[in-house]
């Protein structure tokens, strides 16, 4: 994992361990990393450099204001510092501590025939 992605997303835990909102910055930082990933188009505009950054913010305004706001200003941030380019690196990195802060590993599972939701759960 990058440095840069790693430190922005350990600052952003540390505020969610503060406020006790993991739970939902998780789900929200979740959502922000599966709507850029599936929409490669947002990224290419958020991260290039030629595009001024109020026009960078109106479109995050567009997508994500509805946000919990220290999850909205830091993407806001993060467009400011030049720094959007790591955006799903920070989301994956973000979702991982969460994660190990709550003891949960993911893993991936491998059989030769499907498995009920009793055998998933």
Not at 17 to 32: A, T
Not at 72 to 85: C, E, I
Request: glycine share 4%.
């Amino acid at each position: 994992m990058n440095n840069v992605a790693q430190r922005y997303a350990e600052a952003l835990f540390e505020l969610a361990s503060e406020k006790n909102k993991i739970d939902l910055w998780q789900e929200q930082m979740d959502v922000v990393g599966e709507s850029i990933g599936s929409n490669p188009r947002i990224l290419e505009i958020l991260k290039h450099s030629k595009i001024d950054s109020k026009d960078k913010k109106d479109i995050l305004e567009k997508c994500f204001s509805s946000l919990d706001r220290p999850v909205y200003n830091f993407l806001r941030l993060l467009v400011d510092k030049g720094r959007f380019n790591y955006i799903l690196e920070i989301t994956t990195c973000f979702h991982r501590l969460c994660n190990e802060s709550k003891n949960i590993v993911e893993g991936i599972v491998y059989s030769p025939y499907a498995l009920s939701e009793e055998e998933v759960t």
